[in-house]
């Protein structure tokens, strides 16, 4: 019974280019973890971009790959549908010669027609599917907490005109204690998603 011998001179099988698999390095994250309130320490941590610029870029990245998406599946549909509209008519084939000069006149125009038209549909999609995520993502940044403020500035006033209602400025702590309460670590895209549409 013969047994098949390895070919000796055939380095190939084993030089580094055969046997080294590479891989693309790894994405860098968009959000990172930060502490929802600067206050507390413990307290859960939420993804944010690291500033508005990354928010921007990340967001005109979705509207413009969605669009362009978008519109490729479009132009396709748009030929096939030229392609059926400008067809010789059944009726005819058999009495006349198809005039091809014509209809590829035609189905270019009724391409470009169909194409112009899907682009307003298409940034409109890009929009709907966006705009909604973005808007409720957090971009890392301090910023005021107008509410929890206003709480603060109620309770300041009524304490100065006696209405303290058990609430005295003494509880109100120091105004290191006060600004961590009304300066938050984050907030929401939303606030700055229509500049970011507009530019």
Do not use: H
């Not at 132009?75 to 000069?101: E, M, N, Q, V, Y």
């Not at 938050?184 to 507009?198: A, E, F, Q």
Request: one cysteine or more.
């Amino acid at each position: 019974m013969a047994t098949l011998q390895p070919d000796v001179n055939d380095d190939d099988d084993y030089s580094p280019s055969s046997t080294t698999i590479t891989f693309n390095p790894p994405l860098p994250l968009l959000r990172n973890p930060i502490p929802f309130s600067s206050s507390s320490p413990s307290s859960p941590f939420i993804l944010a971009f690291k500033d508005a610029d990354s928010f921007s870029t990340a967001c005109k990245s979705c509207l413009s790959t969605l669009t362009s998406q978008c519109e490729a599946g479009a132009r396709i549909g748009c030929a096939i549908a030229a392609s059926d509209k400008c067809k010789t008519p059944w009726w005819k084939s058999p009495f006349s010669k198809p005039d091809l000069a014509e209809r590829e006149r035609c189905e270019e125009r009724e391409t470009r027609v169909c194409v112009e038209a899907a682009k307003a549909r298409c940034e409109k999609f890009a929009k709907e599917k966006c705009v909604p995520v973005f808007g409720e993502a957090r971009v890392a940044g301090r910023k005021v907490d107008w509410k929890e403020a206003s709480k603060l500035m109620f309770w300041a006033v009524a304490a100065e005109r006696g209405l303290g209602f058990g609430f005295g400025l003494d509880r109100m702590g120091s105004w290191a204690e006060i600004r961590d309460r009304v300066e938050v670590t984050s907030y929401r895209g939303s606030d700055i998603l229509g500049t970011v549409i507009s530019e």
